[in-house]
């Protein structure tokens, strides 16, 4: 979450970050990143924020996948 938050406060581009765990099944998480480009998201991997994220989740992520979406419509309340 702190990583999360740093990146969302630092990082222009970045649309969405949402984190939370599978209904009925506390010990699995999913995360959405929503990034306004590509290039915006492979910034991002770049980060220091994002390293540190990684090198504190290496033993614990089982598997991660990366889905390019095609916006149709986002829509907050903000």
Same mark, same amino acid.
């Given at each position: 979450m702190?990583? *999360?938050?740093?990146? $969302? #406060?630092? @990082?222009?581009?970045?649309?969405?970050?949402?984190? %939370? =765990?599978? *209904?009925? !099944?506390?010990?699995?998480?999913?995360?959405? @990143?929503?990034?306004? =480009?590509? #290039?915006?998201?492979? @910034?991002?991997?770049? =980060?220091?924020?994002?390293?540190k994220?990684l090198?504190a989740?290496?033993? $614990?992520? #089982?598997?991660? %996948?990366?889905?390019?979406?095609?916006p149709?419509?986002? *829509?907050? !309340? %903000?």
């Open positions: 702190k990583e *999360m938050k740093t990146a $969302v #406060e630092k @990082e222009d581009g970045i649309l969405a970050m949402i984190a %939370g =765990t599978i *209904m009925n !099944q506390p010990n699995e998480w999913f995360s959405l @990143e929503v990034y306004k =480009t590509e #290039e915006i998201y492979k @910034e991002h991997l770049k =980060t220091k924020h994002f390293k994220y090198e989740t290496k033993y $614990v992520v #089982e598997s991660k %996948g990366l889905h390019l979406l095609k149709d419509c986002i *829509m907050d !309340q %903000g």
